[in-house]
């Protein structure tokens, strides 16, 4: 039986559509492993958070948090930034996707920077010492200010979509499979135990903190609850602007 023949352009098509497909997946892949990295940060900022509250004496779980976060938001910021890279240099299949609505779109570099920052001078910090801490105390403090109300728009901007995207990795038989399913989990959480690893290495560096505020010279709560007043804030007017 002679098989239909297949034209140049057909052939042409069959593999545009493929490559069409494989965008796409990888478009979803890009999208799972940022929410996983995303879920596995809003848990380290929240345990980090609550050593805030009492720097006198959590002093040393709050210099390795802020170590370890550096790994899973490492993998944060390749994800978006490749997100990023790829609609803005036009490829069709993350232009489909679309970028983030407006408003969390242009918080986002505010998002990026002041989250480098607080934790970029935090881990300054540790290497300074107490004795010559330069201009990193007030960045910290400053940045952690300016950190918290676009965390926390951030984080409710994507509260709802970020389980749905992990669900569709964990869930059996997925109906919209995804490349390297098994392979976010371990890329995700080797940054984490990466993470962990630095943490452990640089924690004993944080002992002329540690005998600083063993001296009796810990800092109040005050820069805490502004901070946590300053994201209520910042919720309340994006939810009034409706930016998401």
């Known amino acids: 039986m002679a098989s239909a023949a297949v034209t140049p352009g057909a052939a042409l098509a069959g593999v545009d559509q493929m490559m069409q497909r494989s965008d796409n997946r990888g478009v979803a892949a890009n999208e799972r492993l940022t929410a996983m990295a995303g879920a596995v940060l809003l848990v380290v900022f929240v345990v980090e958070l609550a050593t805030v509250s009492d720097l006198g004496t959590l002093l040393s779980a709050h210099v390795f948090v802020g170590v370890l976060m550096a790994g899973p938001l490492a993998v944060k910021l390749g994800s978006t930034g490749w997100r990023f890279v790829r609609y803005y240099t036009g490829n069709p299949a993350f232009v489909l996707q679309g970028p983030p609505p407006l408003p969390l779109r ?139």
């Open 106 to 244: 242009l918080l986002a570099p505010l998002v990026v920077a002041s989250t480098l920052a607080v934790v970029g001078s935090g881990i300054a910090l540790v290497f300074t010492g107490p004795a010559s801490p330069g201009p990193f105390v007030a960045l910290h403090v400053i940045s952690f200010l300016v950190w918290m109300p676009a965390i926390a728009i951030h984080v409710i901007g994507h509260f709802l979509e970020v389980p749905r995207l992990i669900a569709k990795d964990l869930r059996r038989g997925a109906p919209e499979p995804a490349p390297g399913r098994r392979l976010r989990p371990g890329v995700t959480l080797g940054m984490l135990a990466a993470g962990a690893i630095a943490a452990l290495l640089l924690s004993p560096a944080a002992a002329p903190w540690i005998a600083w505020i063993d001296a009796g010279r810990a800092p109040g709560s005050a820069f805490f609850v502004v901070g946590l007043g300053l994201a209520a804030g910042g919720i309340l007017v994006a939810r009034l602007f409706r930016w998401w």
